[in-house]
DNA sequence: TCAAAAGTGTTCACCGTACACCCATGG
DNA sequence: CCATGGGTGTACGGTGAACACTTTTGA
C-alpha cells in the first residue's frame, strides 16, 4: 500500500545523528464525589526511583509502536479498568532537568471519570487515591505544573462545551451540576439562573425518580440526552473545533 | 544546588528498557500582508528525503538539551532571523507512520510574524516562501492537519485576546486592522460595529500621522499600546490562563 | 407544625448587531 | 467637482445577572 521511503545516504546519516529521547506520558484525572462535592485528584504514590513514595501523577513511557493518545489510555486503563473516557491531550512539558534520572520529555493528558466507575482494586494495587483537589500535596518533578494547566483546560472547556457531565454519574440531580459547575469555576452560582441556562441547551431529560438523599421534599434526577446534544450542540460555540 | 537523583539499581534498568524515539518541531508560521489582505503561510520546499522537494513546515529535531519551545523557537530563528515573536504549543502529532522514514513523534507550535519583518536572504536560503493561506499546497505528512488545528487555534486565540496585533507591522490602520480579522474569522465584519469595539477595549493609540496609501482622506494610523493593554486587559477573559 | 432543601418568573442593564450619511482630498 | 474610501451614532433585541417567595415532606 504505502511505497517505501526513498533512502539517499546522507539524509539517513542526518536522520540517524539526531537525539532521541523518553517520552513519557502523564495523566491528570479528575473527578467528582457528588456526595463531597468536592473535585478530585487520582494521584498515585510513586513506586520507584527517583521521589519514591512522593505524590504522582500517573504516567506510563510511550512504547515505539503506540501513538501517544494510546499510552495515555493505556496508562489511564490500568488505573481505572476504564477505556471509553473524556481524554484530552494538554501539553508538552520538556524542561530539561524535569525528570532528575534522564532526559524525558512528557505529554500531558487530562481526563473526567466519574468517581464511582472506576476499579478500586486497581486503585489500591497501585497505592493510588482520590484527593481533593482544593488539598491536594505536593507532586513531583512538574506535575503541579500539569495539574494547574489542566484546571484551566477544564474551566474552558467546560465553559464552551457540556464536559461536566462526564464527571457525574448517569442520573444526577440539577444541585449536584450546579456544585460541579460552582467547583470547576470556583464561585457561588444562582440556582434559578443556572437551571434556566441548562434547560435552554435542550440536552437535560429530567427523570420521573426524585432523590431523596438530601431533602425531605426529594429533588428529580436528569439524565444527560447525548442525541439531544447532538442536534442543539450549535448552542455551543468551540472555536477549537474538537 | 540541586541534589543527585538517587539511583537504585533496578530502577535504572526500568528506565533503559524504555523506548526512546525521534523528536520533532514543526512550526505553523502565519504572516498578513496588508497590502494583499490576505493570511499567509510561511513554507518550504523540503531539501532531504523523505519528500525531497514537496511544500512543508518548518521543521527540526529536538536536541537532547534543549526544550521542545527553545527547539521551535531555533528553527523560526533559523529561517526567519527573528527572535522575539508570539509562539504557542499547538499539539503533540504521534501516529505510528507519520514520517515514513523512522518513528518520529511532532512537537506543532504556531508562530505570528508580522511579513515585513523577517529575514528575506534566510528565506531564499531555504527555498521558503509566503503562499497565501486560501491557496496552500498540499503538505507533506501530517502537516495539513497542524496547519487546520493552527487556523483553529488563531481563530480561538483572536476571539479572547488582540492577537492580530502580532501580526500587523507596528503603525497599521483600522481597515488593516478590520481586515485581519475578516481574514482570521472568514467573515465581513461592519466597520463602524468593528472600530468602536477595537476603541473600547482602550488599547489602540491613535497617531497625529495619517497613511495616505489607499485613499485620497487618508486614514489614521493607529498603534498597540501594550501599558494600556495590561491595565484593561480584564475586558479579555482567558479561560486558558496564558 | 416546622425546618430544610427544592423549585420557579420577572425586571433591568448591557452588549452585539443592524443600518446610512457626511467628510476630506487628489485628480 | 466628483469619485473614492474614511469616519462616525442610534435604535433594537437578546442574553446574562440580580433578586424572593412558595412547595413539599419527614421528623
Not at 501517544?68 to 481505572?80: M, P, Q, S
Not at 467547583?183 to 425518580?209: H, P, Q, T
Request: aromatic share 12%; glycine share 4%.
Amino acid at each position: 500500500m504505502k511505497k517505501p521511503a526513498p533512502i539517499a545516504l546522507p539524509e539517513v546519516r542526518k536522520y540517524n545523528s539526531q537525539d532521541k529521547v523518553l517520552v513519557a506520558v502523564d495523566c491528570i484525572i479528575f473527578g467528582f464525589d457528588p456526595n463531597k462535592e468536592e473535585l478530585q485528584l487520582l494521584l498515585i504514590r510513586r513506586d520507584f526511583q527517583p521521589e519514591k513514595g512522593k505524590w504522582s501523577l500517573m504516567g506510563g513511557f510511550l512504547k515505539a509502536d503506540e501513538t501517544a493518545e494510546a499510552a495515555a489510555r493505556r496508562v489511564l486503563r490500568k488505573l481505572t479498568g476504564l477505556q471509553n473516557v473524556y481524554m484530552e491531550q494538554l501539553d508538552v512539558f520538556s524542561k530539561i532537568d524535569r525528570d532528575p534520572a534522564a532526559r524525558t520529555i512528557s505529554v500531558a493528558y487530562f481526563a473526567l471519570i466519574s468517581t464511582d466507575e472506576h476499579d478500586k482494586e486497581l486503585i489500591k494495587k497501585y497505592s493510588a487515591s482520590w484527593v481533593d483537589l482544593s488539598k491536594r500535596p505536593a507532586l513531583i518533578f512538574d506535575h503541579d505544573q500539569m495539574v494547574n494547566k489542566a484546571i484551566s483546560r477544564l474551566r474552558y472547556k467546560a465553559s464552551i462545551k457540556p464536559i461536566g457531565f462526564e464527571l457525574l454519574p448517569e442520573k444526577f440531580t440539577m444541585r449536584q451540576l450546579q456544585k460541579l459547575h460552582e467547583e470547576i469555576f470556583d464561585e457561588k452560582l444562582d440556582k434559578r439562573n443556572f437551571s434556566k441556562k441548562m434547560y435552554s441547551y435542550g440536552f437535560l431529560e429530567r427523570l420521573k425518580e426524585k432523590d431523596k438523599g438530601s431533602s425531605r421534599k426529594g429533588s428529580y434526577l436528569y439524565r444527560f440526552n447525548k442525541d439531544n446534544y447532538q442536534e442543539k450542540n450549535g448552542n455551543w460555540i468551540d472555536y477549537r473545533n474538537r
